[in-house]
């Protein structure tokens, strides 16, 4: 009898381990597929495509607000209330130094930066124009602008870089009007007046 039970165990013992490797290889599998299809998230990984960047800033820690204003050739016109319009983007709205503060480390720090960038993620050829507005003054100053734009692709080119005043609240000034033709070449830079504000 214990002969018997012997023969049984021996011949069971290498089917229940094929039987638990078939199981293991099984596990791993399912274990692979679920990696597969989830995949890891990058994270702060942000593919932002642009073909032109235009900059509007002003001088570190000035109070006052500077609006930027941008006009594509199909009319599509983007502000501080129209952050999206067309294939254009205003990725700030910079107000001076309100909303500049950022709590770094339980520390309060003021960020000194005032810019405000527009960017082109495609284009449409025709006339953009660029134009800045005072929206709000903290201290009854005029403020100098910094415009500049770029073109990005296949490498970054400045096509403009220029300076303006603006004396007090309510003024608007066209900065820059740039042609683009149909394969994104700059054709014409100017700075003839242009209003947005006063059509909006």
Not at 10 to 26: Q, T
Not at 27 to 40: E, G, R, S, T
Not at 101 to 118: A, F, M, Y
Not at 124 to 130: F, I, K, L, R
């Amino acid at each position: 009898m214990a002969l018997l039970r012997d023969r049984r165990n021996a011949e069971i013992d290498p089917f229940s381990d094929l039987l638990f490797n078939a199981l293991l290889v099984f596990v791993m599998l399912f274990a692979v597929a679920l990696v597969a299809m989830n995949p890891k998230a990058k994270t702060g990984a942000i593919e932002a495509k642009a073909d032109y960047i235009v900059t509007v800033s002003w001088a570190d820690m000035d109070p006052n607000d500077i609006d930027s204003w941008v006009r594509d050739p199909a009319g599509n016109l983007i502000w501080f209330r129209a952050r999206e319009s067309g294939m254009m983007h205003l990725d700030r709205d910079d107000r001076g130094l309100a909303g500049d503060t950022l709590i770094v480390d339980g520390r309060q720090i003021v960020n000194p930066l005032n810019q405000e960038v527009v960017t082109l993620r495609g284009f449409a050829p025709g006339e953009y124009t660029v134009n800045v507005h005072y929206y709000e003054s903290r201290d009854g100053r005029p403020v100098e602008v910094t415009v500049s734009a770029v073109k990005v692709n296949p490498r970054a080119e400045v096509f403009f870089h220029g300076k303006l005043t603006l004396a007090r609240p309510g003024d608007e000034a066209t900065a820059l009007r740039f042609t683009l033709a149909p394969d994104g070449r700059v054709t014409g830079v100017d700075t003839l007046p242009s209003p947005l504000v006063e059509r909006r």
